[in-house]
C-alpha cells in the first residue's frame, strides 16, 4: 500500500459545517498507525457517522524522526505528550505499559478529554483509578481493543449484557499461545520452536513472557471478570498459569484421549465455604473435548463464551491481536466519544466498584486428568483409586497405556517391576481437593512419576 502523508485536517466530504473533533494519538507503533491509516482512509465515513470531522491534532510517540507508515506529517509529530492531551476533546492511548500511559491518561479526563485506550495492563492493575477519574469528570472512558482486539466483546460485556446476570465467562483471549499450541497440536512442534515461529511470524513480542506466562490473558480475564460481575477485579487476584510446560508429549496424548489443549481464561460466580457469593477468575491450560466449540479455534484467533441467567450462552470469535483489526476497535471507540462531543451523551461509567468479592483460587472446582507411570503389579490401581477417595475425588475414567503410546515409560532396571502409565481423568471437584490428591498420589510406593497434570474443561 502506497504510503500517503496524513494531512493536519484530514478531509471530511461527508461531514456537516459543525467544528472538528480534535483527536490526539499517544503511540504510532503497531496498532497506532492502524489508527492513523483509518483516520485517514475513511475519514469522510467517520465524519458522516459522528456527525462532525475528525481532525487528528498530534501523535505522540518516543521517537519523532522513526520512518513511520503510513507517513505522518512531521508537523503532528511530537515528543511531549503532556502537552499534546491538553488540547485534544478525544484522546487515544495505544503507548501500552503502565506509566506514562496512566498519568497521561489521567491528565487527559482531567482537561476534559474523552479517552480511548487499547491498555489492558494498565486497566487490569489499576483500572478504578481510571474509571473514577472519569466518572468524577464525566467524561467518556472506552477500552474496546484492551481484550480480544478487533473483537466487539467489551462493550456487550459492560452495557448489552447489564441487564442480566452473567454467571460464567470462558475463552481464549491471548492468540499468540492459542497460534502455539495449535502448532503444536498440527505438526508436533516443541512448544519453544512454536514460539519461534510466533515471533517470526509477529505475533509474540521479542520477549514472548506476557504471552506464554500468561500475564497477557490473566489481564484480559481481571478485565472483563470486573464487568461481567460489576465488582474489581484485579490482574492480581487472577490465579495464572502459562504454557511454559506444556509438552509435545502433552499434546498427542491429549489428542489420544479426544481433548486439544488451549490457554483458558475462566471467570465464575460461585459460593465461597462461607455460603456468601463471589467470583473466581484464573487462566491456565486445560485440555478441552475435540467437540467443544473452543477446539476449533485455530491459530491466533480468539474466542470467548458469556453465559447469562436470561440471555444463555453467548460466543464471541475472531481475531484478537494484530495493528489492523485492534485499531478496527479503537475507531469504533473515537466515534463513540465523538458522536458524544458533538450530540451529547455520555458512554457507561463504572462507579459501583465493590460488591462482589474474588474467591481464592483453591474454592474453584474443575476437573483434572492424571498421566502417571506405577509398577505394573497387582493392587496399584486399588491403592490409587484409594487416595482418590479419601479426599472426597470421584474418578470418571481410568485408562491404561496402549503399546504403542507415544511417550514411552521410564526405563526400569532389569530386576524392576514392569511400568504401566495410568491415565485418569476425575469427575469435578475442588481445587484444592484435586491438588491434594495429586500430592498423595506422588507419595505413593508404586508411583514412579507423575508425568503431567491438566484441568479438564468445557465438557
Ligand atoms: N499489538 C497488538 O496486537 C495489540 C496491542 N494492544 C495494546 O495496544 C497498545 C499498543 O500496542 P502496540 O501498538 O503493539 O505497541 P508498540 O510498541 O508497537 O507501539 C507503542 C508506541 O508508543 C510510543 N511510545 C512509547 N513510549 C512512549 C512515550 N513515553 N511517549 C510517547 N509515545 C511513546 C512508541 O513510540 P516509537 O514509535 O517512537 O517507539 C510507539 O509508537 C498496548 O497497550 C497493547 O497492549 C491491544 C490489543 C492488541
Ligand atoms: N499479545 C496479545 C495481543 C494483544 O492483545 C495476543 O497474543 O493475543
Redesign the pocket.
Given at each position: 500500500m502506497t504510503a500517503e502523508p496524513v494531512s493536519p485536517t484530514s478531509p471530511a466530504p461527508g461531514a456537516t459545517d459543525r467544528p472538528a473533533v480534535r483527536v490526539a494519538l499517544?503511540?504510532?507503533?503497531?496498532?497506532?498507525s492502524e489508527v492513523v491509516r483509518l483516520l485517514t482512509t475513511q475519514a469522510s465515513d467517520l465524519a458522516a457517522r459522528v456527525g462532525a470531522p475528525l481532525e487528528l491534532v498530534g501523535v505522540?510517540?518516543?521517537?519523532v524522526d522513526?520512518p513511520r507508515d503510513p507517513v505522518v506529517d512531521r508537523a503532528l509529530l511530537t515528543a511531549d505528550?503532556e502537552a499534546l492531551v491538553a488540547k485534544a476533546d478525544v484522546v487515544v492511548e495505544?503507548?501500552?505499559g503502565i506509566e506514562?500511559a496512566r498519568g497521561l491518561l489521567l491528565r487527559a479526563i482531567e482537561h476534559g478529554a474523552a479517552v480511548v485506550t487499547?491498555?489492558?495492563?494498565l486497566l487490569a492493575e489499576d483500572g478504578p483509578t481510571l474509571y473514577q477519574a472519569a466518572d468524577a469528570a464525566a467524561v467518556d472512558l472506552y477500552f474496546e481493543?484492551?481484550v480480544a482486539?478487533a473483537i466487539p466483546l467489551v462493550r456487550p460485556v459492560r452495557e448489552s449484557l447489564t441487564g442480566d446476570r452473567v454467571h460464567r465467562v470462558l475463552g481464549i483471549v491471548n492468540g499468540t499461545t492459542n497460534y502455539v499450541l495449535d502448532r503444536m497440536a498440527t505438526d508436533g512442534l516443541e512448544l519453544a520452536d512454536a514460539v519461534a515461529e510466533a515471533q517470526a511470524l509477529g505475533y509474540a513480542e521479542a520477549d514472548p513472557t506476557a504471552d506464554v506466562e500468561g500475564f497477557d490473558a490473566a489481564a484480559k480475564a481481571a478485565i472483563l471478570a470486573s464487568l461481567a460481575f460489576h465488582t474489581r477485579v484485579s490482574i492480581d487476584d487472577v490465579d495464572r498459569q502459562g504454557i511454559m510446560q506444556i509438552t509435545a508429549d502433552d499434546v498427542a496424548w491429549a489428542a489420544r484421549t479426544g481433548h486439544v489443549i488451549k490457554l483458558l481464561a475462566i471467570a465464575d460466580r460461585r459460593t465461597g465455604e462461607d455460603g456468601a457469593e463471589g467470583v473466581q477468575v484464573r487462566v491456565h491450560p486445560a485440555l478441552v473435548p475435540l467437540s467443544h466449540p473452543l477446539a476449533g479455534v485455530r491459530g491466533a484467533f480468539n474466542a470467548v463464551f458469556v453465559e447469562a441467567d436470561a440471555a444463555g450462552e453467548l460466543m464471541f470469535y475472531g481475531r484478537g491481536?494484530?495493528?489492523a483489526p485492534?485499531a478496527s476497535a479503537v475507531l469504533g471507540d473515537v466515534v463513540s466519544a465523538a458522536r458524544h462531543r458533538v450530540h451529547g451523551g455520555r458512554g457507561p461509567a463504572e462507579s459501583w466498584y465493590a460488591a462482589l468479592p474474588v474467591l481464592p483460587a483453591e474454592s474453584a472446582r474443575t476437573r483434572y486428568q492424571v498421566r502417571l507411570d506405577v509398577d505394573d503389579r497387582p493392587g496399584v490401581l486399588a491403592h490409587v483409586s484409594a487416595v482418590l477417595a479419601e479426599h472426597g475425588v470421584s474418578i470418571e475414567a481410568v485408562r491404561q497405556t496402549p503399546a504403542d503410546a507415544p511417550a514411552e515409560p521410564a526405563v526400569e532396571a532389569d530386576d524392576a517391576p514392569g511400568v504401566a502409565r495410568l491415565v485418569i481423568t476425575t469427575h469435578e471437584a475442588p481445587e484444592a481437593a484435586l491438588a491434594a490428591t495429586v500430592a498423595a498420589i506422588r507419595d505413593l510406593d508404586a508411583v514412579r512419576e507423575v508425568v503431567s497434570v491438566l484441568r479438564v474443561e468445557g465438557a
Open positions: 499517544l503511540g504510532c507503533g503497531v496498532v497506532g505522540a510517540v518516543r521517537d522513526a505528550a495505544v503507548v501500552g506514562p487499547a491498555n489492558k495492563a481493543a484492551a482486539g491481536a494484530g495493528g485492534t
